[in-house]
């Protein structure tokens, strides 16, 4: 800085603060961008020098502050005006850089220089546009219009011939009929052993007296209760799945325009099936 080598200066100061952020640091990177005629990035440095000495209570606060103050008339400033339908999920750049949202929400202020603004949104063409701030206390605004859709969106919409389809594996024909296999299984081992332990419990009460002999009654009548369920869910599955197995189509009847036409319904209590065969 002595030496008048301000943007060697600012490059060693903007390293200083990267490698180790100081106060003192930030203000004179400030005012080394200020002297460059950087305003807009002197401005940023004197506002966020300003709230972090106001946070630590530090004396600084006030120079910072009045040197920003002191800038803002003289910043430059574009304003980004979005069409309404801007599709969801658009991106806005600045020379390769995304803004967040509010960074376009207002005027933002700017060093002078040319700018390119790239909008850019899945399924549309991006959208490039220039603009260049050339004096202090310029405001400028660009308009940003409706985007147009990609070629390729607008044709990967278009309705497509459908194409002859392969012939559907045993387990996509008969899966109801193999579900309800399935289910009829389950039944049958519930069955099978709450039946068994009904039993046992029966037994060991004849064995006992008093309480004991309630108890073990009670849990007798319990398993069987289970053991019943599960032979009708036995039952129930069996006839579902030996039904289903007969009327769904074969290997050779998916093919055809006329092939059956089915609709399986299963419910608590009941198994529906209706369609033309």
Known sequence: MRSGDVAAACAKYQASYTLDPQLGTLLHLGSCEEQLARLASAWSAFRDAAD???KINDKRFALAEERARKLEPRLS?????LPDDLPPGATIARNGKVLLQTAYESAMPL?????????????YQTWRGTIELTKEGQ?????????QEAPNSASSRAPR??????????WARKWPALAAGGVAVAGGVVWG???????????????????????????AYDRGTVATVGMIVTGVGAAAALTLWTVLPGSNEHGSRD???????????????????
Not at 196 to 219: P, Y
């Open 139 to 147: 405001v400028l605004s660009l308009g940003i219009p409706t985007l």
């Open 77 to 81: 400033r574009l304003q980004l005006t």
């Open 259 to 277: 092939s059956k036409a089915l609709q399986v319904g299963v419910g608590p209590s009941q198994v529906q099936v209706r369609g033309a065969f």
């Open 193 to 219: 052993v709450f039946g068994a332990l009904s039993i046992q419990a029966k037994e060991d009460a004849r064995d006992s007296t008093g309480l004991e002999q309630w108890q073990l009654l009670q849990t």
């Open 111 to 123: 060093d002078l220089g040319r700018y390119e603004i790239t909008v850019s949104a899945p399924g």
């Open 161 to 170: 011939v459908p194409q002859e389809r392969a012939e559907p594996s045993l």
């Open 52 to 54: 972090w000495a106001k």
